[in-house]
C-alpha cells in the first residue's frame, strides 16, 4: 500500500472533499455501570451503514473500532489503513483489522491523543479508508455534535493503553536479523535496487554478562546498490544491540549510528564510538569514544 505519510501529504495539498447535505446521527454513548461494553460512536448510511466508535469491553484499554452493515469491500479487505480528519487536520492514522465478520479493531497510539481531543472539540471529521493497495481511498463523513460528551463518557470507562509495555514489545522480535533482513530487502527493492549482505551483520555479543546472548546488527552491512547511503552516513552506519531474553526472544536497548563498538568487560557497559557532534562542535569533530551503560531496557549514555 502507499505510505501513509504520502496519503497525508496529497490529501492534505488537495484539501478534503465538499460536505455534502445528507444528515447524519449524531454521537451517543453506550455503555455504563451494569455494561460489559462501552462504546462513544457515530454512524452514517442507510442501506450501507458504517460506525465510528471509541470503546472497550470492561477490563480492555480504549480503542479505535469500526461496525459496518452491507459493505463487502471492507468485509472481504485483510486490513484496512486509514487517516483520520478533523476539520482539515489530520487527527491519526489509524490501522484496523478484523475482530468480527463486520467489526475491526484499531489499537490507540500515544501519538493519536490530540487527535482525541480534537475530535471532541472539532465540528466534523472524515475517515479515508483503502481496502486495497491499488484503490483509491473510500470517505466516510460524520458529524462530531455530541462528540464531547461521548467520548468523555467512554473515557471514564476505558483506561489508555500501558503505552510503555506496547513500545517494549514492539522492540521485542524472536528473530531480529531476520527481521532486519527482510524489511531492507523489500525497501531496497522498492527503490529498484538489489542487495548484498557482508560478513558481520549479526554477531552474537555479551552485553549484560549473563545468558542468554545477546547480538549486534550492523546495519551498514547491507548495501542497497541504488542507494548505498540509506543507513550510513557521516556519522556512521545505523547499528542496533539486542538483549536475549529467557523466553528466546530479543529486545532491542540501542538503535542510532555508530562508528564502532567494544565490550569494556564491565557488564552492561559498553564503549560506542561515535563521530559528530557527540564529540564536540561540528558536524566533523571525531571519531571518540563514549561510554554507554544499560538502563532497564535502554542503552544510555553514561554521565560524567
Known amino acids: 500500500m502507499q505510505s501513509k505519510a504520502f496519503k497525508a501529504l496529497t490529501l ?39 460506525c465510528f466508535e471509541l470503546g472497550c469491553s470492561t477490563g480492555e484499554p480504549l480503542a479505535y473500532r469500526l461496525t459496518t452493515r452491507n459493505m463487502p469491500g471492507m468485509v472481504a479487505a485483510p ?17 484496523f483489522s478484523h475482530t468480527g465478520l463486520e467489526s475491526f479493531h484499531a489499537p490507540l497510539e500515544e501519538t493519536q491523543l490530540r487527535g482525541i481531543d480534537r475530535l471532541k472539540a472539532g465540528i466534523r471529521a472524515q ?6 493497495a ?9 458529524t462530531l455534535i455530541g462528540s464531547n ?15 510503555d509495555q506496547r513500545e517494549l514489545e514492539r522492540r521485542t522480535l524472536p528473530d531480529p536479523a531476520a527481521q532486519i533482513l ?7 527493492t522498492v527503490l529498484d535496487g ?15 554478562g549473563k545468558p542468554p546472548m545477546d547480538l549486534r546488527i550492523n546495519h551498514g552491512a547491507m548495501l542497497c546498490d541504488s542507494t548505498p547511503d540509506m543507513v550510513c552516513g557521516p556519522a556512521g552506519c545505523l547499528t542496533s544491540f539486542w538483549l536475549g531474553m529467557e523466553d528466546g526472544r530479543y529486545r532491542r536497548v540501542f538503535l542510532n549510528a555508530i562508528q564502532d563498538a567494544a565490550i569494556t568487560g564491565q557488564p552492561g557497559v559498553l564503549t560506542l564510538i561515535v563521530k559528530g557532534s557527540q564529540c564536540g562542535d561540528g558536524d566533523e569533530a571525531g571519531p571518540c569514544g563514549k561510554r554507554y551503560e544499560l538502563d532497564g531496557f535502554d542503552l544510555k549514555e553514561q554521565q560524567p
Open 12 to 50: 492534505a495539498i488537495v484539501g478534503l472533499c465538499a460536505w455534502t447535505g445528507a444528515a447524519w446521527a449524531n454521537w451517543e454513548f453506550v455503555g455504563g455501570e451494569e455494561a460489559t461494553e462501552h462504546v462513544a460512536r457515530v454512524c452514517n448510511g442507510d442501506d450501507e451503514v458504517i
Open 79 to 95: 486490513r484496512l489503513d486509514s487517516l483520520l480528519f478533523v476539520g482539515s487536520q489530520l487527527a491519526g492514522s489509524l490501522d
Open 127 to 132: 475517515l479515508h479508508v483503502w481496502d486495497s
Open 134 to 142: 491499488d484503490s483509491a481511498p473510500v470517505i466516510h463523513r460524520f
Open 149 to 163: 460528551a461521548a467520548i468523555t463518557e467512554v473515557q471514564k470507562f476505558c483506561p489508555l493503553p500501558d503505552f
Open 182 to 188: 527482510g524489511d531492507m530487502r523489500e525497501a531496497c
Open 194 to 208: 538489489q542487495l548484498t549482505v557482508s560478513d558481520g551483520f549479526s554477531q552474537q555479543i555479551d552485553i549484560d
